[in-house]
Each structure stands twice: as C-alpha cells, then as structure tokens.
C-alpha cells in the first residue's frame, strides 16, 4: 500500500469526533492511536484491543503524524 493509499483511511469530517483526524471515518482518533504507541503498545497488542483496527490503520497514523510534524516552523502552525 503506497503513502496516499495509507492517508486515504485519514478522515477530517466535522461531524465525527469533532473534527480531528479519525481512522476510516470510525471513531478512533490518530491521537488516541499515537497515544497508545507512545504507552509502549504494539501495533499486534492495539489490534488485538481493537479488533477494527488494522496494520495499515496504524501505519497512516504514524505517517500523518510525519506529514504534520514536517513543517519549517512551528508558529506555521498556529497562524
């Protein structure tokens, strides 16, 4: 699966989770994911915790997270 196969299953919708970045339009939110693999989990123990989650899911977690942290400044952020 390319990179822009793995963000297609990102989905930025107003009515779900209040907008922020959920996984194939369910509500599991790439934060709550992040959060998870920073705890120290691994991507076999949050699919098996989660059974609607797969592999891909994760990995366009992490790559959407790349995508944001990949700016020239912070402050681009938040103007």
């Known amino acids: 699966m390319d990179n822009q196969e793995l963000l297609s299953r990102i989905v930025i919708d ?3 989770c209040h907008g922020k970045p959920v996984i194939r ?3 599991y939110t790439v934060q709550s994911v992040l959060e ?3 705890s120290g989990m691994t991507h076999q ?3 098996a915790d989660f059974t609607d989650l797969e592999d891909e ?3 366009a977690c992490l790559l959407f997270a790349s995508r944001i942290a990949d700016v020239k400044s912070i402050s681009s952020l938040v103007a």
Do not use: K
Request: aromatic residues 0%; without cysteine; glycine residues 6%.
């Open 25 to 27: 339009g369910m509500r």
């Open 14 to 16: 107003p009515s779900i």
């Open 45 to 47: 123990e949050i699919i």
């Open 36 to 38: 998870l693999l920073a």
């Open 57 to 59: 899911d994760i990995r």
